[in-house]
């Protein structure tokens, strides 16, 4: 990947801890998309 | 890396956040984000750590290793990922980083949201259960711009 010229070298720490907790996260729902949103035909070829 | 648990005391605080693609690895029943250009896997729920085969901590100036993001999701769509079943998000980066005029390439990463293909669209609930972020469906490639979709 080409970040382009290379200026600046330093040391960051993140405010917060960028790795969710297991306890982080809701309980998933079903995984059934959107039909609005993903198109039919896709739907059928992925059935 | 051994040398990565040592006390360093930062310049800056908060992690960068940048734009990048992930190859897709299946792992059993575990679906995986892997580097698009390397065998590296990202694990679920713990921070990704940049490795260089020379030895030294990465990233250095001298070396072209570290976790490779793009500042800007135009310039990551400027690049040859649409030739892979490419998976696009937001990561966060920290510890050691290198920061250049187009990106930046750094010691630490985790994914922050990630952008899945309408034809990977299988791989969004598992992708959002392993690694706890927010996953939506777009075509980033092929519609351009941000992304606006259905979100798990």
Same mark, same amino acid.
């Given at each position: 990947?080409?970040?382009? !010229?290379?200026?600046?070298?330093?040391? !960051?720490? #993140?405010?917060?801890?960028?790795?969710?907790?297991?306890?982080?996260?809701e309980p998933?729902?079903?995984?059934? #998309?959107? #039909?609005d949103r993903? #198109?039919?035909?896709?739907?059928?070829?992925?059935? | 890396?051994?040398?990565?648990?040592?006390?360093?005391?930062?310049?800056?605080?908060?992690?960068?956040?940048?734009?990048?693609?992930?190859?897709? $690895?299946?792992?059993?029943?575990?679906? *995986?984000?892997?580097?698009?250009?390397?065998?590296?896997?990202?694990?679920?729920?713990?921070?990704? $750590?940049?490795?260089?085969? /020379?030895?030294?901590?990465?990233?250095?100036?001298?070396?072209?290793?570290?976790?490779?993001?793009?500042?800007? +999701?135009?310039? *990551? @769509?400027?690049?040859?990922?649409?030739?892979? $079943?490419?998976? /696009?998000? @937001?990561?966060?980066?920290?510890?050691?980083? /290198?920061?250049?005029? +187009?990106?930046?390439?750094?010691?630490?990463?985790?994914?922050?949201?990630?952008?899945?293909?309408?034809? +990977?669209?299988?791989?969004?609930?598992?992708?959002?259960?392993?690694?706890?972020?927010?996953? @939506?469906?777009?075509?980033?490639?092929?519609?351009?711009?941000?992304?606006?979709?259905?979100?798990?």
């Amino acid at each position: 990947m080409d970040i382009g !010229t290379e200026e600046e070298e330093y040391v !960051t720490e #993140p405010v917060e801890d960028p790795v969710p907790r297991e306890d982080d996260v809701e309980p998933v729902e079903a995984p059934v #998309p959107d #039909p609005d949103r993903v #198109p039919a035909a896709l739907l059928a070829v992925e059935a | 890396m051994a040398m990565s648990n040592r006390l360093v005391v930062p310049d800056r605080v908060g992690a960068e956040v940048g734009w990048r693609a992930w190859a897709i $690895e299946t792992r059993g029943d575990e679906i *995986l984000l892997s580097s698009v250009t390397r065998a590296e896997v990202w694990p679920a729920r713990e921070r990704m $750590e940049a490795s260089c085969r /020379i030895g030294h901590e990465p990233p250095a100036k001298s070396c072209g290793c570290g976790l490779y993001a793009a500042s800007t +999701l135009e310039h *990551l @769509q400027g690049m040859d990922y649409h030739r892979h $079943e490419a998976v /696009i998000g @937001q990561v966060a980066l920290w510890g050691r980083v /290198i920061a250049g005029t +187009l990106g930046w390439r750094a010691q630490f990463g985790y994914p922050e949201r990630l952008l899945v293909p309408y034809g +990977l669209w299988r791989l969004a609930v598992p992708l959002r259960d392993a690694y706890g972020v927010q996953v @939506q469906l777009a075509n980033v490639f092929a519609e351009g711009g941000e992304p606006s979709g259905h979100r798990h």
